[in-house]
């Protein structure tokens, strides 16, 4: 067999990475300790003042799943709750499902149909908006908590989240989504993003004003205070955002609102897609717009995983840094692990490690490819073009 030579360099760059996944794990270890966890007993109590909440659920074609949310939702533990659910242009039994549900609510479910969207809007960003104007203008509602059709709530849910951001004074509030795993191919992906994800957000720094990159933002579950959804300036600041929730949090953080970020296993659960194709399909919906419609940045962002997710893999092969790709190998298994405990989803797809990340360079690309090729995207059965998209993005970040 061919003796791989990798020099000083090689070895040097080997324990480098070694070092940044050591450093992330016990950073990690250390961290994840300090993010509440709704479950437990301090949480279970009448947030003080009993704030009046409006939750908004907008929805384009999902009739195979908004009547469970919406159930969820109306079997909330907390008295003073009101829900919205907006009917934004379906072809299916959306709203019908939406009105038949309005009918057993004893009045607080009230519906709304967008039948046109306005120029200059994505359909989710004007659904919630204007769901929130009108929340807004009929008063009485000191909290906005936006989510999305496919949502799953325990009847808790609600009420604990508004004692944290009470006793906290917060004002933007995410609960982290349990993602339920029905495939082993989802299994693997799944674990691999919120691996991956402890790269992009510490969400034991999100809390931390002076932490500007640590921003959360999660469309399952984005609970905001009405005077803070002002400040921002409401969805019409982010009308042709595709990550919406994701900029959401960024915004929140720029504007230097108070911010808190909590698990809570099994309280908030969504099934994100079938089988390792639908998240394949979802990520290429979305990763081009993560990445700000930029070239570069996927370029970028696939290098960086092929150097620090297969990396490691290909380290343990080669006898000179053999030691480093343990060393590597083991703080991804060890950060697996942590996911796990709040997931649910098994550490054991730590095996599928550099599978995932294949899988998921071939996302960031196919979403590039198809959004130039196609000269723009389409989200939610509308089509956006893609120089519109860049614009303004370009706007938002001058």
């Known amino acids: 067999m061919h003796r791989v030579e990798v020099g000083i360099a090689g070895t040097v760059l080997a324990w480098g990475i070694a070092a940044a996944w050591v450093y992330r794990f016990v950073e990690a270890a250390w961290g994840l300790r300090r993010v509440p966890n709704l479950l437990e007993a301090e949480y279970d109590d009448e947030p003080v003042g009993l704030p009046g909440v ?42 019908e499902i939406m009105v038949a549900a309005a009918g057993q609510s004893g009045g607080r479910l009230e519906v709304l149909r967008v039948d046109e969207l306005p120029a200059g809007w994505l359909g989710k960003t004007h659904a919630m908006a204007l769901a929130a104007r009108g929340a807004i203008a009929g008063g009485g509602v000191e909290y906005l908590l936006f989510t999305d059709a496919d949502i799953l709530f325990r009847p808790d849910a609600v009420r604990r989240t508004l004692v944290m951001a009470e006793a906290q004074r917060a004002d933007h509030c995410v609960v982290l989504p349990t993602t339920i795993a029905k495939t082993r191919g989802e299994g693997m992906l799944l674990a691999y993003l919120q691996v991956m994800s402890l790269w992009a957000v510490r969400p034991w720094r999100v809390a931390d004003p002076k932490a500007m990159r640590d921003a959360v933002g999660v469309g399952a579950f984005n609970m905001m205070r009405v005077d803070a959804y002002g400040r921002l300036g409401g969805f019409e600041g982010l009308r042709m955002e595709v990550v919406e929730d994701l900029e959401l949090g960024r915004a929140v953080k ?104 294949f899988v998921v360079v071939y996302s960031m690309f196919r979403s590039m490819v198809v959004a130039l090729v196609q000269g723009g995207v389409t989200w939610r059965g509308t089509f956006y073009r893609l120089m519109e998209l860049r614009e303004y993005a370009k706007g938002r970040r001058e």
């Not at 720029?254 to 969504?270: D, E, I, K, Y």
């Open 254 to 357: 720029r504007a230097g609102l108070r911010q808190r970020v909590a698990t809570a296993p099994g309280m908030v659960s969504v099934h994100w897609a079938a089988g390792a194709g639908g998240i394949v399909a979802g990520m290429t919906k979305n990763l081009f717009a993560v990445f700000r419609f930029r070239v570069a940045l996927v370029v970028a962002a696939a290098v960086w995983i092929a150097v620090f997710c297969l990396g490691p893999v290909a380290m343990l092969g080669i006898d000179e840094v053999r030691w480093s790709g343990v060393v590597a190998v083991g703080a991804v298994v060890g950060l697996y692990v942590f996911s796990a405990r709040t997931s649910g989803i098994s550490w054991r797809y730590a095996a599928g490690f550099p599978v995932a990340a």
């Open 54 to 95: 409006v939750v908004i659920v907008p929805a384009r074609d999902e009739a195979a799943k908004v009547g469970e949310c919406l159930e969820s939702l109306l079997a909330q533990d907390y008295g003073n709750l009101r829900i919205v659910a907006v009917d934004d242009r379906s072809s299916d039994g959306t709203g």
